[in-house]
């Protein structure tokens, strides 16, 4: 399975096609919060960043 990292809204989500991942951003968004194809975009592997973390996330 080949896995790609899309930018849906303002959200990060690793997914295998931009379908997938705006279906998994919009279950979890609620009602009211449904974005469409047009707020998808597929990032490069390439691409540098810094991404924030939830405050209780685990630092590794």
């Known amino acids: 399975m080949e896995y790609k990292l899309f930018l ?4 990060y989500i690793v997914a295998q096609a931009a379908e997938e991942a705006l279906v998994d951003h919009n279950e ?3 009602e009211g919060y449904h974005l469409t194809m047009d707020d998808v975009s597929e990032v490069p592997l ?5 991404f924030e973390q939830e405050e209780d996330a685990i630092k590794t």
């Open 8 to 11: 849906v809204g303002e959200e």
């Open 28 to 30: 979890r968004g609620g």
């Open 46 to 50: 390439d691409k540098a960043g810094r």
